[in-house]
């Protein structure tokens, strides 16, 4: 049974718009999520996170956005580039859990058109 | 600082036959982690070690080991290899302590087992 679901496998996106990727969890004990971006041939790279106790946090181009009663959260890239095509995996850790323990979405592949 | 290392990249192996992967987590990090990635399943949690002891582990057959050194340098084995055991096997490292203030996990760039 998935507790991390990222439902859209793949998103196209024009270069300079928005980029909006969705990720839905089940389990309400899960206390701090991630986003990791991956390059084919490299292992997963770390962009954001966000606690619980928050709604949102920025970095830049990337903000992550949690709906806790809806159990979803979203990461927004504003503007896209073309060097923002990869897959995109959303994480997230249980409450009390260890920081090496991360519960994975399957990814969605971005590709930023020019 | 030097990113997570793990060797070798690529390996290729013959059913039943063992393997042995290696990872040098960041200067200064304790906690390492490994993490099958395979097409159907995703990333998919095996163990992670703290100090030289294993503190969690996945949904993984007893095939699959692992083991820390004092150096915080990890390896983990497959015996008795499958044919699905073909995948890409990740280490990561974190700085943090159980229940402690969230950290990120950083990720090396994989071993490719192909299991023929």
């Known amino acids: 049974d998935q507790q991390v679901k990222q439902n859209s496998p793949s998103l196209s996106v024009q270069e300079g718009r928005i980029s909006i990727l969705n990720c839905d969890y089940t389990?309400?004990?899960?206390?701090?999520f991630l986003w990791y971006k991956k390059y084919p041939a490299e292992g997963p790279t770390f962009l954001i996170s966000?606690?619980?106790?928050?709604d949102k946090n920025e970095d830049g181009r990337f903000t992550v956005f949690l709906n806790k009663s809806a159990k979803h959260l979203s990461l927004h890239i504003v503007p896209s580039q073309p060097g923002d095509s990869a897959v995109y995996f959303c994480a997230a850790k249980y409450y009390g859990g260890s920081q090496g323990n991360l519960i994975f979405g399957k990814g969605t592949k971005l590709s930023v058109k020019p | 600082k030097a990113g997570v290392t793990q060797t070798p990249r690529y390996l290729i192996k013959t059913r039943g036959q063992q393997v042995t992967l290696s990872c040098s987590p960041i200067s200064g990090h304790r906690s390492v982690s490994w993490y099958q990635q395979t097409p159907g399943q995703g990333l998919q949690f095996l163990f992670e070690?703290?100090?030289?002891?294993?503190?969690n582990k996945g949904n993984f057959p007893g095939r699959f080991s692992g083991r820390q050194f004092s150096n915080s340098r990890s390896e983990m084995n497959v015996s008795t290899l499958e044919l699905g055991d073909s995948a890409l096997y990740l280490c990561a490292s974190s700085s943090s302590k159980q229940g402690a203030n969230n950290s990120p996990l950083h990720f090396g760039n994989g071993t490719r087992l192909t299991v023929t």
């Open positions: 070690y703290f100090s030289e002891t294993q503190r």
């Open positions: 389990n309400s004990m899960f206390d701090y």
């Open positions: 966000i606690s619980s106790i928050k």
